[in-house]
């Protein structure tokens, strides 16, 4: 995936809020172990059905996370690989980068 998608998609607070509730769900209605339901990530946040389905898309289309409906129910589940890769394109800003020598800035 694009990382510039991921982590735009992981700019907004609404989605933040999210992927939290989706690593670590309270006891929902309709939440199982490995996913949460759509209804429950609605009274979470306190907007409404069509808000819960575009932050939704934005997600699943940064690959973040994948959806799949059983029924009438929409269920979510976290990405970690996408994660994974996100934490990947940043490391290498988590350190200074290594200094030149003179003679290599005179060249």
């Known amino acids: 995936m694009d990382i510039s998608s991921q982590l735009k ?4 607070p609404a989605r933040l809020r999210i992927v939290e509730f989706l ?5 929902g209605c309709c939440t199982q172990p490995d996913r949460v339901c759509a209804c429950d990530l609605e ?7 069509p808000s819960i389905s ?17 029924g ?21 800003f988590s350190t200074p980068p290594a200094a030149t ?3 290599a800035r005179a060249a």
């Open 54 to 70: 575009h932050h939704m898309k934005i997600l699943t289309q940064a690959g973040l996370v994948s959806g799949e409906k059983l």
């Open 43 to 49: 009274t979470l946040l306190g907007l409404s059905q």
């Open 101 to 103: 020598s003179p003679v």
């Open 9 to 12: 998609a992981l700019a907004d």
């Open 72 to 92: 009438r129910w929409m269920f979510y589940r976290l990405e970690p690989a996408a994660f994974a890769e996100v934490v990947a394109a940043l490391i290498p």
């Open 23 to 27: 690593r670590r769900p309270d006891a």
